[in-house]
């Protein structure tokens, strides 16, 4: 698990076992959603890519 050994992790408190998982994917952009297209947007592009 993100570079520690197994007895690190069976060291580790749940709250810093999820303190690192909560990092871990705000560092990886987790938490950075883009907006969602409404349905015509989204038929729409689905068109676009299927070359219609």
Do not use: C, N, V
């Amino acid at each position: 698990m993100m570079g520690l050994t197994p007895r690190q992790i069976d060291a580790l408190a749940i709250a810093e076992m999820i303190a690192m998982g909560e990092g871990f994917r705000a560092f990886h952009g987790a938490e950075d959603r883009p907006e969602e297209p409404d349905l015509d947007e989204f038929y729409r592009a689905l068109a676009e890519a299927r070359g219609g």
